[in-house]
């Protein structure tokens, strides 16, 4: 990958200052590599404020680099954005490329075998940017999970701990755009825990604090 910023861990973030040319949707595509199952980061305004949520697929090591991309509305003008590591699994990333409008699709093409693994972040088939929000966080017992997005039958929750282990899984079915499930997490301990969303064709991660 040459020169990349490596061992990116839980709450390890990067500030860059932009000058958006005008203001309107962007591709961002992320350069971006781990050996771990699970890493993720969020995109946000430097204020907390969040463009998109990325998961980064086990690319097969530290050094084997696929591209992750997000579509994100942003302003015009200088202004600050920052990388946020939302896991506890370690990523590497090689280089940032921005490019002007939706291109309908995200998703992460791995460097050793072209698979793809679809991502939440956009789809064409709604015209729009997908949505997968998941709240309250941090939450004292259960939260919700919204979905608007074409994905379609079976899919899995998965509530992991830091280490690694299965705690919990959760099997729903989805048959319209939008849905909400709620999910407990009941007789776990207070802390951090990875959320593992995924049906036959796409998956997500995302990062719950129980309180």
């Known amino acids: 990958g040459g020169l990349n910023v490596a061992w990116i861990n ?25 050996a771990d199952n699970g890493a993720s980061f969020l995109m946000d305004d430097g204020s907390g404020n969040s463009y998109a949520q990325i998961a980064v697929p086990n690319t097969g090591g530290f050094q084997t680099y696929g591209t992750a991309s997000a579509v994100v509305n942003l302003k015009a003008g200088v202004q600050t954005l920052r990388l946020v590591s939302t896991s506890f699994y370690a990523w590497n990333i090689n280089w940032i490329e921005f490019d002007a409008g939706a291109t309908g699709t995200s998703n992460v093409a791995t ?28 939450t004292p017992d259960a939260f919700y999970l919204d979905m608007n997005d074409s994905h379609t039958g079976k899919f899995q929750v998965q509530i992991i701990n830091p280490s690694g282990r299965l705690l919990k899984t959760y099997s729903f079915e989805k048959g319209l755009p939008e849905m909400q499930v709620q999910v407990s997490l009941a007789g776990l301990p207070a802390g951090v825990y990875v959320v593992h969303i995924g049906g036959d064709s796409w998956q997500e991660v995302r990062k719950v604090i129980k309180l």
């Open 10 to 34: 839980q709450g390890d973030w990067m500030e860059y200052t932009v000058d958006v040319a005008t203001a309107g949707a962007y591709t961002v595509k992320f350069r971006v590599a781990t």
């Open 111 to 138: 460097a050793l075998s072209g698979t793809e693994v679809s991502s939440f972040q956009a789809d064409s088939s709604l015209g729009r940017a997908a949505v997968l929000l998941l709240y309250p966080n941090p």
